[in-house]
């Protein structure tokens, strides 16, 4: 466990190898002489993406007493200096610093921890030069834009031994663990299958070349994708292409398959086979589908169907031989009412508890206990969508092994797990 002491020491080891110093211990000073939250018990963090998303992951870790938020990263001008003046208020000083690359920012040497809040074709590379730099991370889901980069991703957080929250926030709120818990119970008796319903959409698809917005640095927002003109889509719409997003598909993949997944202990596997159809548009700038419905077969027989909301209700629901139980952000439900009031025994499965999902992360970086949404589950939940999306691609059933995460015997299909990165940037 992490005394209360190390976090503040291993910023001083970090700045006594950088510069080449003996290293001389002073007394330490107990911390009850400043209280719990003294700025030796801080944990000193960056943000990097401070975008929409970002702003308010950043806010909410600046309303928690034992962080100092210190530096500031997006390739948007306007957005950094958004980001310094809410974290410079907060504190009444100018001290935050802003950045345009984000390895500046991890290279500071006083950091503990990072939150990544970024498109999700700049999910993987930054995520691994943050574990290589010794930094635990919060990042935002989907884990990744491929499940080559989504393993990559698990294997420097897990090599460097640091701490991930994926921001899954769902596996936080008590309606979502109740859910789960009573489906592992038993009180729906065996399941039969599971439906996933995630949201409909896309942008409008017509969007002609536009001059760049002074501030933004295009070509870092491009980063590993592949270069083409701004279209005005560095916000919110980048959503919508494939080089840089699955659409909805994707981005709540992380949210209902992940609770879906928590609700069968399903968290470190996957299905065997995935087949679907979906309708991805051709005649412009928008590609991702707009509509989908794919079914996922699991090792023991056990079908869980995903579609858009216009097919199921959007949430995760259960399906067993006593009945149905559906949760969403709208609330919980059940074929029988008395399902949901029934009791869980002290001698029976009892799911990993938060009540607040960024101060979870907070409380395992202090602790170096697993997070309740840790790195691999992260990988498994959008791992189920980005089968998806390949499954309906290539108009094929997907055999897959979800020990070696591997496709079985479809080279083409296999190709589509990982992504080709653009000059200079590798994983």
Known sequence: MMSKTSLCRRRFLKAAAAGGTAVVFPAIVPASVFGANAPSNRIVMGAIGVGSQGTGDMQGFLGKPEVRMVAVCDVDRGHRERAKRIVDDRYGSSDCKAYLDFR??????????????????????????????????????????????????????????????????????????????????????????????????????????????????????????PYVPYRGVSHWDWRWIMDYSGGQLTDWAGHHIDIAHWGMGWDRTGPVEIEGRGVFPTDGLFNVPTHYRFTCRYANGIEMIVANNTQVAQGAKWYGQKGWIHVSRGGLSASDEKILREEIGPDEIRLYESRDHKQNFLDCVRSRKETICPVEVGHRSISVGLLGEIAMLTERRIKWDPEHEEIINDPEASALLGRSYREPWTL
């Not at 929250?165 to 599971?194: M, P, W």
């Not at 995630?198 to 994708?225: E, F, H, K, M, S």
């Open 104 to 225: 500046e920012l991890m290279g500071r040497g006083d950091l503990d921890a990072v939150q990544l809040a970024l498109p999700d074709h700049w999910h993987a590379i930054p995520a691994i030069e943050a574990a290589r730099a010794g930094l635990d991370i919060h990042g935002q889901k989907p884990l990744a834009r491929s499940i080559r980069e989504g393993r990559a991703i698990c294997d420097a957080v897990h090599r460097y031994g640091r701490i991930w929250q994926t921001g899954s926030q769902q596996r936080s709120d008590y309606h979502f663990r109740r859910a789960c818990e009573l489906v592992r119970n038993g009180r729906l008796g065996k399941i039969k299958y599971i439906e996933v319903g995630l949201p409909t959409g896309g942008g409008t698809n017509v969007r002609p070349i536009a001059q760049v917005p002074d501030g933004l640095d295009w070509n870092w927002w491009l980063g590993p994708a």
